[in-house]
């Protein structure tokens, strides 16, 4: 298993952004596809968005235009650039990582995003 460690979680007002970061612990950083759930108090855990090896990516549907997931493989990070915040937007953030042709997912220790005037 690979450790995720993420960072840029705070406080935000509505309409405001921020960037979360995912730092991997391995040399094989490019041969990952990657992931941000996120979930808020009494909700199940969702998808937020997905980014495969070769940099496709996918967006559950209330975060599409506002969210943008990108990859530096130089520095094995994942990043998530949140715009135009909202308070339903708040949830603990987690970062995972899906080496290709493997069934096994690592979690980070995940990251609070606090939408809120």
């Known amino acids: 298993q690979v450790q995720l460690v993420e960072s840029g979680g705070g406080l935000v007002q509505p309409g405001g952004s921020l960037r979360l970061s995912c730092a991997a612990s391995?040399?094989?950083?490019?041969?990952?596809?990657m992931g941000w759930y996120r979930q808020a108090p009494g909700t199940q855990r969702e998808l937020v968005a997905h980014?495969?090896?070769?940099?496709?990516?996918t967006y559950t549907d209330s975060v599409k235009g506002r969210f943008t997931i990108s990859r530096d493989n130089a520095k094995n990070t994942v990043y998530l650039q949140m715009n135009t915040l909202k308070p339903e937007d708040t949830a603990v953030y987690y970062c995972?990582?899906?080496?290709?042709?493997?069934?096994?997912?690592?979690w980070g220790q995940g990251t609070q995003v606090t939408v809120s005037s």
């Open positions: 995972t990582a899906n080496r290709v042709l493997s069934s096994d997912v690592s």
């Open positions: 391995t040399s094989s950083f490019s041969l990952y596809n």
């Open positions: 980014i495969s090896r070769s940099g496709s990516t």
